[in-house]
T-cell receptor, first 112, second 113 residues
Framework: SQTIHQWPATLVQPVGSPLSLECTVE??????LYWYRQAAGRGLQLLFY??????ISSEVPQNLSASRPQDRQFILSSKKLLLSDSGFYLC???????????FGPGTRLTVT | QKEVEQNSGPLSVPEGAIASLNCTYS??????FFWYRQYSGKSPELIMF????GDKEDGRFTAQLNKASQYVSLLIRDSQPSDSATYLC?????????????FGRGTSLIVHP
């Protein structure tokens, strides 16, 4: 069966510090991968998605970036965090060609 | 800009009752519809998906889709306190080789004993 991992689970970072969040999927090949952010009291905002290694599509302009160095690995990064970057970061995947999307456990980021 | 609308609630129902959650969407051409359950502090969990007009049942859950009226609903029969959560509606369309969902803001459901 397929499993999706995210780490760390929680993170507290000062403003201006860098960020690296990692997501890995097990049990499937060539998944489509997604990064979302859910701010307190707000809906899910799609940040990036990827249909293959090195292929990244950005949905909103921001100071975040994403990379997909391996088939089942998706990384979210920032060079300098802002207070507004605080939120619940969720990685999700779909099997290639499928429509059902599944979420990882998430990373709760607090920027202080 | 595609939109998915849900009543934020909270919807409060007694234990054992039927909970009815509704969602409307703006893009008449949308083909894929999903319901997620999200407990406080946790990630969303996919509980139902429906792609054709009509009803789809899975255990205590029934998803209903009406494309002509552009709404999708979720019925939860014999509601339990453990069903208390936020329910997210999502509508997904194919774009650039990937299905891209648009999520509603969710409806908070409270099932009281």
């Amino acid at each position: 069966s397929q499993t999706i991992h995210q780490w760390p689970a929680t993170l507290v970072q000062p403003v201006g510090s860098p960020l690296s969040l990692e997501c890995t999927v097990e049990g499937t090949s060539n998944p489509n991968l997604y990064w979302y952010r859910q701010a307190a009291g707000r809906g899910l905002q799609l940040l990036f998605y990827s249909v293959g290694i090195g292929q990244i599509s950005s949905e909103v302009p921001q100071n975040l970036s994403a990379s997909r160095p391996q088939d089942r690995q998706f990384i979210l990064s920032s060079k300098k965090l802002l207070l507004s970057d605080s939120g619940f970061y969720l990685c999700a995947w779909t099997a290639g060609g499928q429509r059902e999307q599944y979420f990882g456990p998430g990373t709760r980021l607090t920027v202080t | 800009q595609k939109e998915v609308e849900q009543n934020s609630g909270p919807l409060s129902v007694p234990e054992g009752a039927i909970a009815s959650l509704n969602c409307t969407y703006s893009d008449r051409g949308s083909q894929s519809f999903f319901w997620y359950r999200q407990y406080s502090g946790k990630s969303p969990e996919l509980i139902m998906f429906i792609y054709s007009n009509g009803d789809k049942e899975d255990g205590r859950f029934t998803a209903q889709l009406n494309k002509a009226s552009q709404y999708v609903s979720l019925l939860i029969r014999d509601s339990q306190p453990s069903d208390s959560a936020t329910y997210l509606c999502a509508v997904s369309d194919l774009s650039g080789g990937s299905y891209i969902p648009t999520f509603g803001r969710g409806t908070s459901l409270i099932v009281h004993p």
